[in-house]
């Protein structure tokens, strides 16, 4: 089952409370200056945003900083995250690109711009949706690709997607499938295409969730009864293989998991087998630098 993680604290401390909880639990890898251009967009946030709410009635608040949490996760620069936390904020407050330039930087006022233009043409877009889906996911991956100069700006959309996806168990059915239909069709395939792994496996695996929760229930019981024996078996092959590369001089990164449950179920549907006659439960990757 997909188990979402972030740096938040529990609902009840106020979004202020939980933007200096956040900002206390930054990784190291973000310097003192980092800390302090971070600290200030969500101020920002919190003066632009923070009257909002969403429809799965989380704050605009919390909902960008588990955005940008994500991001973190990701390690991402002190830029995109900033990026991250002040996506919606031009037009309000008195907030506009040339402001942003002069406080955050060039490289920030264009991400945000591209977010914000992103935004109003995908609402715009969603009219066609009700008359003709495929041409709407069409317009789609068209203005994810297209419009942002800068390709953080397609990763902050992607993380802010991801945490939709954790969110909306409360919404109605109708609404749930329809996000996760475009999560299936559209934002997975661009996650994976560029190469973001961890978010794709959990938007695929939410997508299903949503889309054929039986489906979804039977293979995450399925995989669930021999998880930990199979995550057993992967930390040992880590283990030698971190090993094999220290006593080879080769400096490698190395990770492992069970694979996730929607590349299970497709496999399964696709070949239409069991879960038994899957033998590729388990996947390891080697980064090494050529």
Same mark, same amino acid.
């Given at each position: 089952?997909?188990?979402?993680?972030? =740096? *938040?604290?529990?609902?009840?401390?106020?979004?202020?409370?939980?933007?200096?909880?956040?900002?206390?639990?930054?990784?190291?890898?973000? $310097?003192?200056?980092? @800390?302090?251009?971070?600290?200030?967009?969500?101020?920002?946030?919190?003066?632009?945003?923070?009257?909002? !709410?969403?429809? !799965?009635?989380?704050?605009?608040?919390?909902?960008?900083?588990? $955005?940008?949490?994500?991001?973190?996760?990701?390690?991402?620069?002190?830029?995109?995250?900033?990026?991250?936390?002040?996506?919606?904020?031009?037009?309000?407050?008195?907030? !506009?690109?040339?402001?942003?330039?002069?406080?955050?930087?060039?490289?920030?006022?264009?991400?945000?711009? &591209?977010?914000?233009?992103?935004?109003?043409?995908? =609402?715009?877009?969603?009219?066609?949706?009700?008359? &003709?889906?495929?041409?709407?996911?069409? =317009?789609?991956?068209?203005?994810?690709?297209?419009?942002?100069?800068?390709?953080?700006?397609?990763?902050?959309?992607?993380?802010?997607?991801?945490?939709?996806?954790?969110?909306?168990? $409360?919404?109605?059915? &109708?609404?749930?499938?329809?996000?996760?239909? &475009?999560?299936?069709?559209?934002?997975?395939?661009?996650? =994976?295409?560029?190469?973001?792994?961890?978010?794709?496996?959990?938007?695929?695996?939410?997508?299903?969730?949503?889309?054929?929760?039986?489906?979804?229930?039977?293979?995450?019981? *399925?995989?669930?009864? @021999? @998880?930990?024996?199979?995550?057993?078996?992967?930390?040992?092959?880590?283990?030698?293989?971190?090993?094999?590369?220290?006593?080879?001089?080769?400096?490698?990164?190395?990770?492992?998991?069970?694979?996730?449950?929607?590349?299970?179920?497709?496999?399964?549907?696709?070949?239409?087998?069991?879960?038994?006659?899957?033998?590729?439960?388990?996947?390891?990757?080697?980064?090494?630098?050529?």
């Amino acid at each position: 089952m997909v188990k979402p993680v972030y =740096n *938040l604290p529990e609902e009840h401390l106020d979004d202020a409370g939980a933007t200096e909880h956040w900002l206390g639990a930054l990784p190291p890898n973000y $310097t003192d200056e980092d @800390r302090r251009r971070i600290a200030d967009a969500c101020e920002l946030l919190v003066r632009c945003r923070g009257d909002q !709410t969403l429809e !799965t009635g989380e704050s605009q608040v919390r909902h960008l900083l588990s $955005t940008a949490d994500i991001l973190v996760r990701l390690r991402m620069d002190a830029d995109t995250v900033i990026a991250s936390l002040l996506n919606g904020c031009l037009g309000r407050a008195d907030v !506009t690109e040339e402001k942003l330039r002069e406080r955050f930087g060039p490289g920030i006022a264009v991400m945000v711009s &591209d977010l914000h233009r992103i935004d109003q043409i995908a =609402n715009v877009d969603a009219a066609i949706a009700a008359k &003709d889906q495929d041409q709407h996911e069409e =317009n789609l991956r068209r203005l994810l690709l297209g419009i942002a100069e800068d390709v953080r700006v397609v990763l902050v959309v992607l993380a802010e997607r991801l945490h939709l996806m954790r969110s909306i168990k $409360t919404l109605a059915e &109708d609404r749930r499938r329809k996000i996760a239909r &475009d999560t299936q069709r559209v934002y997975a395939p661009l996650a =994976n295409r560029l190469g973001v792994w961890q978010v794709t496996w959990e938007l695929e695996d939410l997508a299903l969730r949503y889309l054929e929760p039986e489906e979804y229930s039977r293979t995450a019981k *399925l995989l669930g009864d @021999r @998880r930990a024996e199979r995550e057993g078996y992967i930390a040992e092959v880590l283990a030698t293989l971190e090993e094999k590369f220290r006593e080879a001089g080769i400096k490698a990164e190395i990770s492992g998991r069970p694979k996730h449950i929607y590349s299970i179920w497709r496999k399964m549907q696709r070949k239409n087998v069991d879960i038994e006659q899957i033998f590729d439960l388990r996947a390891v990757r080697v980064l090494v630098d050529d």
